[in-house]
């Protein structure tokens, strides 16, 4: 990822299908709020309805400049022109979306242990969604939840491997959370339901994204 991509990732809100605000108005608010970085995921959904949705989104995530990226559909990354793709663990392998998608696009990818980690680098990833941190009712097929003393473990065994992969945190984080998190090392954090769930998106979007930047460049200057 180039440096402007790498500093918006700190920070990624997933859209939420669930939620009762409009996915087009849940991007919207998360970009006034300040994000930077969004991954729209579509799960089960009537895929008539892609294009137009995608079309929107791209437009929104266009006007304040923010990142998108699809989630697991490469396809649907390529024909709608988004920034990339982030894959799951059952998805299509990195190596093959970065050959459908070229060199420019970001690619990202699930893991939940090292050895997740090791795969996922040596098929080129741009950057790895480590988690979840806790339970959460936005994945059906959760794996086992790391906690802070998981990303530790694993962000220590990635530096002695010397992987070095951007690592974002995901999976029920909650803004009270991302002090611990991010002093474990990980690169920046993904939410979903902490922001599509609020009665003001807005708000509690400004709130992790000032947490987040404070704790990255406290981070940054103690290293």
């Not at 954090?189 to 003001?200: E, G, L, R, T, Y």
Request: aromatic letters at 6%.
């Amino acid at each position: 990822m180039n440096d402007i991509a790498l500093k918006k990732s700190r920070f990624q809100f997933i859209t939420n299908q669930w939620s009762t605000i409009p996915i087009e108005e849940q991007v919207e608010k998360a970009c006034q709020g300040g994000c930077g970085w969004i991954q729209l995921r579509l799960k089960d959904q009537d895929e008539s309805q892609w294009p137009g949705l995608l079309k929107n989104v791209k437009s929104i995530c266009h006007a304040y400049g923010a990142f998108l990226v699809i989630n697991d559909h490469v396809e649907m990354a390529l024909k709608g022109n988004a920034d990339g793709v982030h894959v799951g663990m059952d998805d299509m392998c990195p190596d093959k979306a970065r050959q459908l998608l070229g060199e420019r696009s970001i690619i990202g990818g699930t893991a939940n242990t090292i050895e997740d980690i090791r795969v996922l680098y040596s098929k080129g990833v741009d950057y790895i969604g480590l988690g979840p941190f806790r339970q959460t009712p936005t994945k059906l097929k959760l794996s086992p939840v790391l906690g802070l003393e998981g990303y530790e473990r694993i962000l220590r065994r990635m530096k002695e491997e010397k992987i070095a992969l951007p690592v974002v945190a995901i999976g029920g984080i909650q803004v009270q959370d991302i002090p611990g998190i991010m002093k474990t090392g990980v690169h920046g954090i993904a939410v979903s339901s902490v922001i599509s769930h609020h009665p003001d998106p807005i708000v509690i979007t400004r709130q992790i994204f000032e947490q987040t930047t404070k704790e990255a460049d406290h981070a940054k200057d103690l290293g």
